[in-house]
């Protein structure tokens, strides 16, 4: 991009007509709700521990921290963690005392499986197992399919035990993310490559499910990047038409829609906590018990039994026969109160609110020569609150230390634990990724565009260089609280983000910056 045209997208920018979404906006259910008001993404849709976070430049300012990444791990709701200050006092050990707190604790647990059941909408007879995220979710049920062998030797075709040519079977698509791809590759699978439609995608997977009979349909709700939504109702008649179950990878989806197992036929959702507004490590997997009861035990130990001799075990039924170890009951319980305070907002209110967002975004990225969103299909017609996006002449870890240092705007760079569909999508060093939810608010989105046409016209402001693998800027002061560690770099002796930089902060499969 040529100096001119980027002083004449300076000249044009910020320029408040960008459109608001379009008149009808299409939600999961296949609803259709009239336009937005206008105010709508003007303020959060609901409270979020730091949401005003003050956070420090590289200059010594300080801005408010405009959180742009909820993909990753979204905040905690407010009234989550009031939730947790309520419980904490009572905080003990699950199913496993007498004692009055031990027994609130046990109370409490339960409860939260039953909010978590009534969220996604399960079956009287499904099952909800409690785990530590959505990859914990997806491998617990990849050893729960029926006559799967699992070889450990990935890529291979698991041999020998299976009591049919096809028992076990398992179809993804080439786009899923890592936790949906990875736990089926340890046995029988077949990976499906998507099509440049989702139409085309859609009689790909049917063409692949008529081929030969399989178990197991494992999709994702929506991209974690590019936002795409799929279309579930169609995956879901062609796979059990096909006499395959469908789990749905919604990590992703659950804070963005609704999801309801009675109505949409999914068999399994899995889903974790820490991107549904609940930190403290809780996901969970909802659904049917028949294959959750005929498993081995996921995690054998104290919890997952009835009865134990010295030569044998009788195994609890799911989902005790899961959980073993003593339960995260502060897990379960923010897990619990945030699918309550979602499923209390209105009907298309998150909904209306990210695409208020999302359109914002969009028209003002697009709107910039130099830089390019991303999307996996043309025919797509609805998105979450995910934008992926390149800028021209700058690698993504650049743009994103730019982002952080200069604007205090958070966002995540890289490959999204997505491999496959990053190579597809033609960005091998990775892209960016912009993400928001409940917390978010127009004024980030437009601080985002505002940041990213300054980068193109004026360039960063501060030297920046690839520290480990990871791009940071050069003398990087600002700095961290205390109680976050006590790498040093200031003369001062104060800690500072420079003292983290190169100490393996960085994910080895995310990042492989080049100067
Ligand atoms: C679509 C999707 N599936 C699965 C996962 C894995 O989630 P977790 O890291 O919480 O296990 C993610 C995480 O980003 C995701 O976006």
Known sequence: MSLLSAVAVRAERRTPDIPLPSPAIRVTSGAV??????????????????????????????????????????????????????????????????????????????????QVAAFVGARAD??????????????????????????????????GSTT??????????????????????RGRHRCVVAGTTQRATLVALRAELAARPAALVAITGASNVTGE????????????????????????LAPHRRIDLTASGVDYVAFSGHKLYAPLGSGALVGRRDWLDAAPAYLPGGGAVREVTLTGTTWADAPQRHEGGTPNVLGAAALGQACETLAALPDGALAAHEEALRARLVARLDALPGVHRHRIWRDSPDAIGVVAFSVDGYHPGLV?????????IGVRDGKFCAHPLLSRLGAPDGTLRASFGVGSKLADVDRLADAVEDLLVAGPRWEYAVVDGRWEPVGDTRPVPEWAGTTTDGADGAASLGGFAGTGGGSPCEHEARP
Not at 132 to 150: F, H, M, Q, S
């Open 164 to 185: 049919a040519p096809d028992a076990g079977d398992v179809l993804f698509l080439d786009i899923e993310h890592h936790a949906n791809l990875l736990p089926w590759r």
């Open 229 to 252: 939504v799929l279309p579930l109702a169609e995956i879901v008649a062609a796979a059990h038409q096909a006499g395959a179950r469908v789990v749905l990878d919604a990590a992703q």
């Open 400 to 408: 994103a230390a730019y982002l952080s240092a200069e604007h205090g």
């Open 126 to 159: 499904d099952v909800v197992v409690f785990t530590r995220n959505t990859t914990d979710a997806l491998n617990l049920l990849a050893r729960c399919v029926p006559g799967r062998t699992e070889d450990g030797a990935e890529g291979n075709e698991s041999e």
């Open 33 to 114: 709700r009239s336009a937005p008001a206008a105010h709508v993404g003007a303020a959060p849709l609901l409270p979020v521990v730091g949401g005003d976070l003050p956070v420090p430049l590289v200059t010594g300012e300080t801005r408010a921290y405009a959180n742009l990444d909820y993909a990753a791990s979204a905040p905690c709701l407010s009234d989550v963690a009031a939730h947790l200050a309520q419980v904490a006092p009572y905080y003990a050990s699950v199913h496993r005392g007498a004692g009055y707190a031990s027994r609130v604790s046990t109370a409490r647990y339960e409860h939260a499986r039953a």
